[in-house]
């Protein structure tokens, strides 16, 4: 037989595992207050802890429940909205020597009401008045027909063949109020210029 | 024995406590997985390759690989949402280095090869010019999502009579036509400068959109007090600044990009002139910021569209964006290749449920055919195209260098 066997205790040492003479079998642990009023109270406290974790799942539950997205936030007005030119309109009574009228469409196709709050044009030579008087509200899907008139104050100040004259028109909705700018085509560019140059064109022979 | 008692006790409690536990925990686990959606990148069995022709090199590849990471970002919504039933589709990404000839041959490449049924790209209007008859002779539909030159779709002679010349091309970016003249209106009036320097690089787009502006600036009053053509391929603009300084200009106007706009505006103001530089959507990109340097305060540029960050339909192209952690940026024209993209997937989608489900035999005609009449709401936002080919969502907007940033100071649409 060969091999080593386990090393037996040795004087001074002793095993582990070997109880201490003397020592108590098992150490009675000792209870605290919590111990002895959870003896007590045994049921209930079970019945708590249950329903504290039901209540923590049902809490999660509903947390975490499937929810339709929130409504997206309305997109800015400009993206909205159309401008577009109807053609030259009668002068309203009243009005100027060298004034010219001409009526646009504003189109709100999607989202909530959007209203016109101005309308302006770029050049200094020009004041504009509108009917009827803004603001105009115009809801999705609705349209509103503008008639605006523009009055030359300054000839030399006034592009009299602009290619692609615009408006600037303000915005508003429940997003933003912007200012943007309607480029409103050919027909517009040819209407405004030849209003501009046969009245400029005509101050500029009578001398004034 | 009280601790023998003790310990029932505990081991009752414990294993209800734990019964509890195990039952609300599986309960939750239950009710995490209900809306598990394991998501695929496999759409099907028939691989569709869109190509997308930009300058993945050189000076001009921040757009080129905003474009390209944008297409790759469409191609892989499609698939993972199944867009097309048993179509997968993929992107074959070629570099042109903005060059007219490289663009061409990647033109003959996506042609020779029978999968590709639709491209995307190219960035510069040259390179377009290239590529059109190549594509159009092979009934390949070709959508670009920065193109601006009028006469790519419209013909040469667009400003008097307009023609189209290639049925198979197409753009999501409006044209220069709109741009130069909107561009003019601005520095004319709201920027009230009058007397501007206009320089241009000779090539398609920058002389396009150059003569654009003139023609509108000088029809609101404005004076050139000069003009001139640089090459591309220096850096050295001395000469240039100096006549810009002697000229008495308050403005240029540079029809060309950003690689030569930034270090040719930078040379005009350390010469002395003080001068607000203006431009095209071609340099309407950081790079141009950091090229001219802190004197670009005030600069001025036009792009097309929205500002996408303005967008409520470009807020998942940013997230999704990001998300996918593409190293470079979107840039100007990311949303715009996104929509290309997107075009000629539903082209792909209208072709396919009209033929049972399958490709037909004649399938890149049939797409050409289907992206004239495709409608949808795209990042950039209504995505659909007019006669010419051209974008029907005609919106501009005017950026100013603020704070070192491009930043948007005026928006406007044609509705003409």
Known sequence: MSGVGPVEPGEGTRAWDAPEPGAPLLAAPRRGRLARLYARRRRSVLVTAIAAVLLAGGGYLYATRPQEPPPAAAVYPSLVVDVGYLGEEPLPAGASRGAFSFAVKVTTHSGPPVTVLRVTQPYSGISLSSAPRLPVRTAAGSSHKIVITMHVTECANVPQNAGLPFLDVTLRNTRAMQVHSFILGERYAHDLSEALRTYCGSEAASGV | ?416
């Open chain 2, 1 to 416: 024995m009280p601790g023998k008692g003790l310990l029932i006790v505990r081991q009752r409690s414990l294993i209800a406590i734990t019964a509890a536990l195990a039952a609300g925990a599986l309960t939750l686990t239950a009710c995490g997985s209900r809306d598990d959606d394991s998501g695929s990148d496999s759409g099907g069995g028939t691989t569709v390759v869109i190509g997308v022709d930009a300058p993945l090199t050189g000076d001009l590849s921040a757009l080129g690989l905003g474009i390209k990471n944008s297409a790759d970002l469409a191609v892989k919504t499609a698939n993972k949402d199944k867009v097309v039933d048993g179509i997968t589709f993929k992107i074959e990404a070629l570099d042109d280095q903005a060059q007219p000839s490289a663009g061409q041959q990647n033109a003959t490449s996506f042609v020779a090869n029978k999968d590709v049924l639709g491209v995307v790209g190219p960035l510069n209007s040259s390179v377009a010019e290239s590529m059109q008859k190549v594509f159009d002779d092979a009934k390949l539909v070709e959508v670009s999502p920065a193109n601006t030159g009028p006469a790519l779709s419209q013909g040469a002679d667009w400003q008097t009579n307009k023609v189209r010349t290639y049925k198979s091309y197409f753009r999501t970016a409006t044209t220069d036509a709109i741009q130069g003249p909107f561009a003019a209106q601005y520095v004319f009036n709201d920027a009230k400068k009058k007397n501007v320097f206009v320089i241009d690089d000779k090539k398609t787009y920058g002389a396009g959109l150059a003569g654009t502006f003139t023609d509108e600036f000088k029809k609101l009053g404005g004076k050139v007090v000069g003009t001139e053509h640089i090459d591309p391929d220096t850096k050295d603009f001395s000469a240039v600044a100096t006549k810009v300084k002697n000229s008495g200009a308050d403005a240029v106007y540079y029809g060309g990009e950003y690689p030569q706009a930034g270090p040719l505006a930078k040379q005009i103001k350390d010469a002395g002139a003080k001068i607000t530089f203006a431009g095209g959507d071609a340099i309407y990109s950081p790079e141009y910021i950091k090229l001219a340097g802190s004197g670009s305060k005030g600069d001025i540029s036009t792009s097309v569209g929205a500002p996408i960050e303005e967008l409520a339909s470009a807020k998942e192209f940013i997230a999704n964006y990001e998300a996918e952690g593409y190293k470079e940026a979107y840039e100007a024209y990311g949303g715009y290749a996104y929509d290309s993209v997107w075009a000629i997937i539903e082209a792909v989608k209208k072709v396919v449920e009209d033929n049972d489900g399958e490709l037909p035999s004649d399938a890149r005609a049939k797409v050409t055919e289907a992206v004239q009449n495709v409608s949808f709401d795209g990042v950039t936002g209504k995505v659909s195209f007019d006669e010419y080919g051209d974008t029907t969502n005609k919106q501009l907007t005017v950026y100013s260098v603020e704070n070192g940033v491009w930043t948007p100071v005026k928006s406007g649409t044609y509705t003409g």
